[in-house]
């Protein structure tokens, strides 16, 4: 058995709610299997207090997250990315930074909570929605059995060093 864990970077514009929401809910769920960051390309420089809460309501640690930019990613000596996954339509669409060793990227949309507009209930209902919509998400993505995840390393690495045919 591969003991690899797998590195995740969640990315959002802002780096607020929806990429740390998942970021926090992956260190735990994934259970020592995947590691979870998350970052933004203009963060915000703040943890939106109704994501921290939605972290803290499903019993979630919270402690140790923060608004930071992807550039804390990109640099040789960061943590190996082995899954990009963008969660909202605007980082879909920015350039990116050049990832180290080409990780499997994917785009999930999730509508930003904090941009809802209405009464406190409603804003909080928003963030609630989108937390477990994070979370049905990741719940899929942790169902992923190992040997595909083993397997679509293994050919990422070989195609890295040119052993793929085309």
């Given at each position: 058995?591969?003991d690899k864990?797998y590195?995740v970077?969640?990315l959002?514009?802002?780096n607020?709610?929806?990429?740390?929401?998942?970021?926090?809910m992956?260190?735990?769920?994934?259970?020592?299997r995947?590691?979870?960051?998350?970052a933004?390309?203009?963060?915000?420089?703040i943890?939106h207090p109704?994501a921290?809460?939605?972290?803290?309501?499903i019993?979630?640690?919270s402690?140790?997250?923060?608004?930071k930019?992807?550039?804390e990613?990109?640099?040789?000596?960061?943590?190996h990315m082995?899954?990009?996954?963008?969660v909202c339509?605007?980082?879909a669409?920015?350039?990116c930074?050049?990832?180290?060793?080409?990780?499997?990227?994917?785009?999930?949309?999730?509508?930003?909570?904090?941009?809802?507009?209405?009464?406190?209930?409603?804003?909080?209902?928003a963030?609630?929605?989108?937390?477990?919509?994070?979370?049905t998400?990741?719940?899929?993505?942790?169902?992923?059995?190992?040997?595909?995840?083993?397997?679509?390393?293994l050919?990422?690495?070989?195609?890295?060093?040119?052993?793929?045919?085309?």
């Amino acid at each position: 058995m591969n003991d690899k864990v797998y590195n995740v970077l969640f990315l959002c514009t802002g780096n607020s709610a929806r990429s740390i929401m998942a970021e926090a809910m992956l260190n735990v769920a994934g259970k020592g299997r995947f590691k979870a960051y998350s970052a933004g390309s203009h963060p915000t420089g703040i943890v939106h207090p109704f994501a921290i809460e939605q972290i803290q309501h499903i019993g979630y640690p919270s402690t140790d997250l923060r608004s930071k930019s992807w550039d804390e990613f990109a640099p040789d000596y960061a943590p190996h990315m082995d899954f990009v996954i963008t969660v909202c339509d605007k980082a879909a669409g920015e350039i990116c930074p050049f990832w180290p060793g080409q990780p499997v990227t994917a785009h999930w949309g999730f509508q930003d909570p904090a941009e809802v507009q209405g009464s406190e209930e409603e804003r909080h209902h928003a963030f609630a929605r989108i937390c477990r919509e994070i979370k049905t998400r990741l719940d899929i993505f942790l169902c992923l059995p190992m040997e595909k995840l083993e397997r679509l390393a293994l050919k990422l690495e070989l195609d890295k060093i040119g052993m793929l045919k085309p």
